[in-house]
């Protein structure tokens, strides 16, 4: 390309010669442009000063994100992105895949506080061209960039010449931190799996799935006042292909076939998501359903039982109320008020025929107890 007042080269060349009748031949650097995302301050402004000591590099923006970068944009008019694993949200290894598939040419250079096989493993799996501890960034980091920008790191730069890692990309959806942190830790223990996103409620985690384009949807069952089968059926609306996995305090034969039919193909029981969800997550993947433990769907509920003309929320209320949860416990439990929970109670006593709250009480506790003994 032929670039202005008789200058020759690429757009992205790190030098040009132009021409000036005082000065002959004038070479003139253009630095690299590299945009890093990192998680913590202080890393984050030791890497932008090293990189910002070399002539030939040069910082055209930061983040603290992954989201944060992505709003931005910036980092696509840069020549290299450079991302800690550790970030809030999605990870720097899930961000690496994504900036692969959206920009193949742009090089990633992948950084950790620890350095292991198996982060290596995804790290080559998402076309990361470098990963590095953070260690030794003061001796490793300029020449790393410098060959990731002529396309020559891999193997010297912590990759290896191993197969590329096949992974699947988990958005979850819980209301409580603490279990999106549990089942975060889940996934991640997995070579095949990385959490790309969370969510706490109904609308953010659709706004993840629209966003992020996972490959599996994990989500409770209780979303901060609404349901997660909610979000399960808008997602298998506009989704279809996007399998769902369920996870819930309630027994599959409860509430597994209502799942399933709001689109869901997973229904895996809270207290027993560290042995099945994982299972219950390739299952699905693979195109089966998972439910009770094991592959295949639970029993279908019965068309005749009047409990089925109850609405999920109606039937989430009746099932606390057959366990034995007092209005104020299940209004506690489904983060609704009181007066809510006794508006559901009236609108099933309507529904179910029955005259008096305490026989709707005995009702649920004999409904339940037939269905999980």
Do not use: N
């Amino acid at each position: 390309m032929q670039l202005p007042w008789g200058a020759s080269g690429e757009a992205r060349s790190t030098s040009v010669r132009f021409y000036a009748p005082s000065l002959r031949y004038t070479s003139i650097s253009i630095p690299h442009r590299i945009f890093v995302v990192v998680g913590q301050a202080a890393v984050r402004a030791s890497l932008s000063a090293l990189i910002q000591s070399e002539a030939d590099l040069d910082l055209c923006g930061v983040a603290a994100s992954a989201e944060e970068a992505l709003g931005e944009g910036a980092w696509a008019a840069c020549d290299l992105l450079l991302t800690d694993v550790a970030l809030p949200g999605m990870d720097g290894i899930m961000l690496a895949e994504y900036v692969r598939a959206e920009y193949p040419g742009l090089p990633v250079v992948v950084v950790s506080a620890t350095v292991d096989a198996a982060t290596a493993d995804r790290a080559r799996g998402a076309g990361a061209t470098a990963y590095l501890s953070t260690a030794h960034l003061g001796d490793t980091l300029a020449p790393a960039l410098r060959e990731a920008l002529q396309g020559t790191a891999g193997e010297a730069r912590g990759l290896g010449p191993q197969a590329k890692a096949v992974l699947h990309r988990v958005v979850l959806v819980d209301d409580h931190a603490i279990l999106r942190w549990g089942l975060r830790r889940l996934f991640d223990s997995e070579p095949d799996f990385a959490v790309c996103g969370e969510a706490g409620t109904v609308d953010e985690g659709f706004q993840a799935v629209e966003r992020l384009a996972p490959d599996l949807l994990v989500t409770d069952l209780t979303l901060d006042g609404r349901s997660g089968l909610e979000l399960t059926a808008q997602v298998h609306r506009y989704h279809p292909g996007l399998p769902v996995v369920v996870v819930s305090m309630h027994d599959e034969a409860l509430f597994g076939p209502r799942a399933l039919a709001a689109g869901a193909r997973g229904y895996v029981r809270k207290r027993q998501a560290e042995h099945d969800l994982l299972p219950a997550a390739r299952a699905v993947l693979a195109g089966q359903t998972f439910a009770g433990g094991a592959v295949g769907p639970p029993a279908a509920a019965e068309a005749a039982d009047p409990v089925s003309a109850l609405s999920d929320r109606e039937f989430e209320v009746f099932l606390l109320l057959g366990q034995g949860f007092a209005p104020r416990h299940i209004a506690e439990t489904l983060c609704l008020s009181v007066s809510t929970v006794e508006a559901y109670r009236e609108r099933m006593k309507e529904k179910l025929g029955v005259a008096s709250s305490p026989v709707l009480l005995r009702f649920a506790v004999r409904w339940c107890k037939d269905r999980t003994e």
